[in-house]
């Protein structure tokens, strides 16, 4: 996992090290202890990047370990012995439940309930149809304690579990296949991309960045080391290092480094699998942003 914010990087190489015994515990889990504290750095990482953070990183991480790595376990523990499919929604609805309940990090636990949630669902290769303010209200709804309040839980109320029974059953009823189209690539992965192309991103300067050709070139006076040259071949529009690059840049990136589909360029750009973690955060900014109000 990168992050634009060197601090955070060696706190979660930190905390991913410390907890590297745990999370041999759960590599059958569809969500590992890793996956959950990637999904919260990353959340702080963008935030911070993009100076919505208040907290500094000296007060980031977990604040219980061991509720962590119980929410986690629950993807084993609350085994129901429905049909796969049925289960891996309870399991998904589980680990959002149990994120935003037992608020295992100082900070930010709504936001990494929503997020491990999303990519859960992207590993079942599901998307949510529910709009972003839905997703918003119904994060809230559990965080306040009034999902039981609700006319659509009636049916729920006799089961100690009601709330899980009641999201996977949500979660089940509105989503649908992804559409890897819609998930855009971060300025960070694209710069990682086309350094494999002999370019890269670098000098940002206001809201834009230079798109520079890496060239090797000899040392003077015949001396075997070479050095790199820079050359600015064209200059893109740079809202930050965790933002989606849009289309119309992309095209730009294309027409200003000759890079196509034949080169394998374009091929790199899609999303092969799981959406990462960085473009679920960009396609769900608007949700994000608004809990960061008052979160946890």
């Not at 993807?75 to 129901?80: K, L, N, T």
């Not at 709009?131 to 100690?160: C, G, H, M, V, W």
């Not at 003077?220 to 040259?229: D, E, I, N, T, Y």
Request: glycine fraction near 6%.
């Amino acid at each position: 996992m990168e992050f634009i914010n060197n601090e955070l990087l060696e706190e979660h190489k930190r905390l991913t090290d410390e907890l590297s015994e745990e999370s041999a515990q759960f590599k059958s889990c569809m969500i590992s202890i890793v996956d959950v504290l990637d999904a919260y750095f990353s959340i702080i990482d963008y935030f911070l990047e993009n100076s919505q953070c208040e907290e500094d990183v000296g007060s980031i991480g977990p604040k219980d370990k061991k509720s962590l790595l119980t929410i986690v376990d629950s993807q084993i523990s609350g085994d129901s012995g429905n049909i796969e499919s049925n289960r891996n929604f309870e399991k998904c609805a589980t680990l959002f439940y149990g994120l935003i309940k037992n608020q295992p990090f100082y900070n930010c636990n709504k936001r990494t309930a929503l997020l491990t949630a999303l990519y859960f669902l992207a590993k079942l290769n599901r998307e949510p149809t529910a709009s972003q303010k839905e997703l918003e209200i119904i994060t809230r709804i559990i965080a306040s304690n009034t999902i039981r309040d609700r006319s659509a839980f009636k049916p729920y109320t006799e089961f100690e579990d009601g709330e899980v029974r009641f999201l996977a059953r949500y979660l089940q009823e509105n989503t649908q296949p992804i559409d890897k189209r819609d998930y855009l690539i971060t300025y960070n992965e694209l710069n990682k991309i086309l350094g494999g192309f002999g370019f890269c991103l670098n000098h940002p300067h206001g809201n834009s960045i230079d798109i520079l050709r890496i060239e090797t070139k000899s040392s003077l006076f015949g001396l075997p080391k070479k050095r790199k040259k820079h050359t600015r071949v064209g200059v893109l529009n740079f809202p930050g290092w965790t933002r989606g690059v849009s289309k119309k840049e992309m095209n730009l990136i294309r027409e200003f480094t000759g890079l196509t589909a034949k080169e394998g360029f374009d091929s790199q750009l899609i999303c092969k699998g799981v959406p990462p973690l960085s473009s679920l955060i960009n396609h769900y900014s608007g949700v994000l942003q608004q809990l960061a109000i008052k979160d946890s």
